[in-house]
């Protein structure tokens, strides 16, 4: 609950409740709380898909589908927020690779993703990006262009396709990284096993 007042002078004129969705949620549920531009959100995920949009929202809103009763009933969505924001998804059986994630934020939101195994897809947000995976696929794309000042994208074992850069690295030890002292933001991203996917207009000569 958050509660609203307006206040003219010193005269308070009204006073209303008005409610968010709760910041911890079972899986199946819809988390909903204020969150405006140009913050940061830290996520720290048990085995998933997660999808993180940007939209027009000063809000963030996060749905969440599973495969099973067990893990509907026991996967656990909670926003914590704060400077930076944090969510958990955590709970149910780590095996079942059923749990998926749509998260929707501020188009200027940073990010930090962390989780141990599954998929990250990050569409249309501008800010930093940091995510680390030990298996499994990290997609970002972009419709505002590149403005990165540093990209450095890299798999232990599997492939980095920047697409977004004309570069396509596979083998083992593969390390994307390119530079530009007038973009604005900052991009990591790390897998140990599988792939870096890097999509949208081509931005020029990649760095090796």
Not at 6 to 20: E, F, Q
Not at 68 to 76: A, F, H, I, L, P
Not at 187 to 198: C, N, P, Q, R, S
């Amino acid at each position: 609950m958050k509660i609203l007042c307006a206040v003219a002078g010193s005269a308070l004129l009204a006073c209303t409740m008005t409610g968010y969705a709760q910041t911890d949620v079972a899986c199946g549920q819809t988390l909903q709380a204020p969150m405006h531009s140009d913050t940061a959100l830290t996520i720290d995920s048990r085995p998933a898909g997660l999808t993180i949009v940007g939209t027009d929202q000063q809000t963030i809103r996060v749905t969440c589908t599973a495969e099973g009763t067990e893990n509907v009933r026991d996967v656990r969505v909670e926003f914590f927020a704060g400077s930076p924001g944090r969510l958990t998804i955590r709970g149910g059986t780590n095996h079942n690779g059923g749990v998926t994630v749509r998260i929707e934020v501020p188009h200027r939101t940073s990010v930090q993703v962390t989780m141990g195994a599954g998929e990250v897809t990050v569409q249309n947000l501008e800010g930093n990006k940091d995510v680390d995976l030990y298996a499994g696929q990290v997609t970002i794309s972009s419709s505002h262009g590149w403005d990165y000042r540093i990209v450095d994208a890299s798999v232990d074992i599997g492939e980095v396709n920047a697409q977004a850069f004309g570069a396509d690295k596979g083998g083992f030890f593969r390390h994307f990284t390119r530079q530009n002292p007038n973009g604005e933001y900052r991009l990591y991203a790390h897998v140990a096993t599988g792939e870096i996917d890097l999509l949208g207009t081509q931005q020029g000569k990649a760095a090796d």
